[in-house]
Each structure stands twice: as C-alpha cells, then as structure tokens.
C-alpha cells in the first residue's frame, strides 16, 4: 500500500491477515487503560485472541490495515460494512501506539481504509469518537472532517462521505 519515512524509521501499511493476529493482539495488549478505554468506549476485551482474529479476516464486509515500523505493529486501522444501516457505509476505527502517535501513522491508516473501503463498495464513512480523544480529534481536523462531527454528550459521531482516490 504505502510507505513513508526514510532509513530504519520507514513505516510500511498495509493489508492485515490471518498471520498479522498475533501482532494485533500485541498491539491492543500494551494498550494501557486510558488507551483502552478510548478505542473501545469501555475496558479492553478479555478475549483479544477472537478480537484479533476477527480483525484479520479480509472479506467483502470488512477489512483492517496495519501500521509496520520493521516487524512491528504500531498502528491498526478496521472498518465493518453497517448492512444495517446501508450497504454503503463503514464503521471504522483506529488506534496507533502511544510511543507512535503524531508522526502520521493515523493519517496513513485513515488514507488507507479510505481507499479499501472504497474499493469494497463503500461511499460513507462512520465512526464514534470520545469527545476527550486528542489524538483522533487531530487526525480529523488534518483531513478537514471536524465540520462532520456531532456532539452526543461526552461522544462525537463523525459522518464522511467517500470520494474516488485519484
């Protein structure tokens, strides 16, 4: 997919699979509990194995792209078709290790997951964010997105739509 960065700080993304598992149970396991708590709304899964695997699983209603520094994780990006809703929008979320963030891991996910979910028939874009996440609250305003958030009490709910990657 994409690429960035010079010498031995070149971070590499890409999609995730089957083998990529174990890295993201890793990824999500050093989470430490704020982290936690802003990526799932609440304490971290008990089982990250099935979380993990399931992250993994490619197919045509869902898909995650991972952040690689060498041989390791730093950052995973994931949507899910919402078939419920429309069989054009995507729920995505993010999350990128805390000793990684503002280096533009967040922004090359969300570059990515744009073009997958594109690509697997998605128009529109969703996603729950903590009214309290810094970190994402930064990536959105750099992609020009803080017009399309909507305050519910302590959560924003943000609603993009998607265009042709040119």
Request: with cysteine.
């Amino acid at each position: 997919m994409a690429a960035t960065g010079s010498g031995i700080d070149t971070t590499t993304v890409r999609c995730l699979g089957a083998d990529d598992a174990g890295a993201v149970q890793r990824l999500h396991a050093r989470l430490d509990q704020h982290d936690s708590y802003m990526r799932w709304f609440g304490p971290q899964p008990k089982q990250l194995t099935a979380f993990s695997d399931q992250l993994c699983e490619c197919n045509k209603r869902r898909c995650a792209i991972g952040a690689f520094i060498g041989d390791e994780l730093v950052g995973v990006g994931n949507f899910v078709m919402l078939d419920g809703v429309s069989p054009t929008t995507v729920e995505f979320a993010l999350v990128v290790a805390q000793d990684e963030r503002l280096h533009g891991i967040g922004t090359s996910l969300l570059d990515g997951l744009e073009d997958e979910a594109y690509r697997h028939g998605a128009r529109r874009m969703v996603a729950e964010v903590m009214g309290e996440n810094a970190p994402m609250l930064q990536v959105i305003r750099e992609r020009g997105w803080a017009h399309s958030l909507r305050r519910d009490g302590s959560t924003l709910h943000l609603e993009v739509k998607l265009h042709v990657a040119e």
